[in-house]
């Protein structure tokens, strides 16, 4: 079973409140609010997104290249480990 199947009901209530954050971001805009708290808004969406990304890419690294148990030959745990905390820093 793939992860995003497995944590389907996480990642879509990460996904709906991005959607709500997107909301805001019209609602402001329509609103004519000052471009300062469009830019905050706009920021908090990116941060979501970006943390959305870091845990499917961390769940598809350890359930698909690093479980040992499903597939013998898989990478070295420690390598991808040290791989995520790159691509977290970099989503972040």
Avoid: F
Avoid at 16 to 26: F, N, S
Avoid at 55 to 68: A, K, M, S
């Amino acid at each position: 079973m793939s992860h995003t199947i497995r944590e389907k009901k996480k990642l879509l209530g990460r996904v709906r409140r991005i959607k709500g954050q997107v909301e805001a971001i019209e609602r402001a805009l329509a609103n004519e609010a000052g471009c300062e708290e469009v830019m905050h808004l706009i920021a908090g969406v990116r941060g979501a997104t970006a943390g959305l990304m870091a845990e499917v890419v961390e769940d598809h690294v350890r359930t698909h290249l690093v479980d040992t148990g499903k597939h013998p030959g898989a990478l070295n745990v420690d390598a991808a480990d040290k791989l995520l905390d790159v691509v977290r820093t970099y989503l972040k």
